[in-house]
């Protein structure tokens, strides 16, 4: 009982298990999904737009080296590039002039951007329009784009992003591509065009699609910073962790978990027929803005719903539970020995049914005991009235030795022998040991009593004896088969002229212990008082008829034992009692001889 717990603990811990944990568990799950949704919107629209900005410099760079291979093809700024190697002197100078009008008709649409136009020669000879190369004709021949863009005549090769190698240029970088032109002739000695143009040349699209939210960078495929959004030194190189996870596809995204103090979600898109991508970075704090204020206000909320639940159902409970502390206690009461407590009826229907219930238990229990209080009493009544009967034994009992002395002297065999199965009876009838005797002492008993009866009326009684194995040594109560084989002889036998006849027979039949006295005498009639008119109180030898041994049986053992009259086929009657099976008698019932 220590361990176990109180209705109203149980109740509590079902509604925080029931309703407590589900909200926070649905707050929980809710936030969760409504955070990956937000992840999800955000990385799909920032994808979207590394996508777009990609194509956007996917454009630019066709422009640029569609530009370049206009220029690269012209044949009339070739045949200038040609004259200005071949030409010395003002020739030279008006063909400077030419070739200088023909590219400014290519370059005007992108004004500012393009830096440079250099035409190398196979001689070693450097031909620049507007910015000169720093760099000879060998050091370019080295350059690991140089033999790819020989094979490849009136190809446009775009290099991309090269260290500066302009006089006159600032910039730490270039931008660059070459185009190897077509021999037109066997004098033609132009091996390489080289253009260079602005690394800025890619700010304005990165600008275009910039917000306050992400950093956009182009790098190259070494993780170079091509150009930024953001101020940020170009040329400088991404983490190597953010470079090896873009390589394995041409778009994705990831989270960057190292960087910063906070995460930060990656997109990327590879820019079309270039080993450039778009690299676009959000910071998780920006992205879940809006999910923060979700959050606070959603546990807000959940918290104001716990509080209010437990006080509800700490209430309910309160209150479901004071009455059924309160018959409790009653309960308790009565426990220990209080059966006058009353429950004051109160609560719900329920409640109120369990409290009229409780009230009309103890009272049933009170009539109940005083019911038993009345059977024991009237109980010690019968066996007082049963040792009423028997009138100063010890003074009969030798009164009937002195008078069997007498007859021995006489030599009166008969009056000794009856006064001797007399005195057996008398002394088995009168002893005031317990209130049990076995079947044995009691078959013996009624053998003496036989005895006396056939002397009595002069004639001798039939009598079959049948006794099961294992009944000799069981227990009954005294003087219960005497008043039956008495009014079997007195209202039976008696009246008839044959041969008379008694059998008594002893067995078990499940618990039961079943006693039957059966005679073939004028028998009686059977009604729902037999027992009543077979008493024949004034012929029973000790006062005591059918009507009280089958009192005495019940108030004994209960209402399903006792005695019950029948007719015995062909003719008489028959006798039959119940009995529980008692093996080891309690010491106050026990007879002491």
Known sequence: MQNKLRMSTMLRLFFILVVILPVILMSTVMLNIYKNDILQQNTARSLQTAQSV???????????????????????????????HNLTGINKQLASNNLKVLIEKYTAS?????????????????????????????????????????????VVQFIGMLPNALHGNYNPYMMTAALSPSEMNASSKLDIVLFSFESSAFDPILQSRSNSESIIHIVSNKGEIVASNTIVERGSLISASWLEAIGHSNRGSFVDRESNDSDSLITYAKVEKNDWYIVQTIPYDDLLANYNQVYSIVWLLALLIIVAFVVISFYFVSNFTRPIRELLRQMIRVTGGDLNTKHTVSGSLEMAKLGHSFNVMTGQVRELLDRHEKQEIEKRKVEFEALQSQINPHFLINTLNAIKYMALVSKADHIRKMTHALTQLLASSFNRGG?????EQEVDHLKHYLYIMEIRFGRPIQTEWHISEGTSRLYLLKLLLQPIL??????????????GEICLSIDKEGGDLLVGIADNGVGMPISDHVIEEASGGRY???????????????????????????????????VQLRLPIIDKPDEDNQDER
């Open 54 to 84: 990609a194509y956007s410099v996917s454009q630019e760079i066709n422009r640029m080296v569609g530009l370049f291979a206009s220029i690269g093809v012209d044949q009339d700024i070739i045949a200038a590039a040609m004259d200005v």
């Open 110 to 154: 992108v004004s500012g951007r393009v830096l440079s136009v250099n035409f190398i020669f196979d001689n070693g000879r450097i031909y620049s329009y507007m910015k000169n190369l720093t760099m000879s004709a060998s050091s370019i021949r080295e350059q690991n784009w140089y033999r790819p863009t020989k094979e490849a005549s009136d």
């Open 435 to 439: 209130l049990l005797t076995t079947v």
């Open 486 to 499: 008495e009014n079997s002889i007195i209202h039976g036998l008696k009246e008839i002229e044959e041969q």
């Open 540 to 574: 029973t030898f000790n006062g005591m008829g059918n009507s009280n041994v089958h009192r005495r049986i019940q108030l004994h053992y209960g209402e399903r034992y006792g005695l019950e009259v029948g007719p015995n086929h062909p003719r008489g009657t028959r």
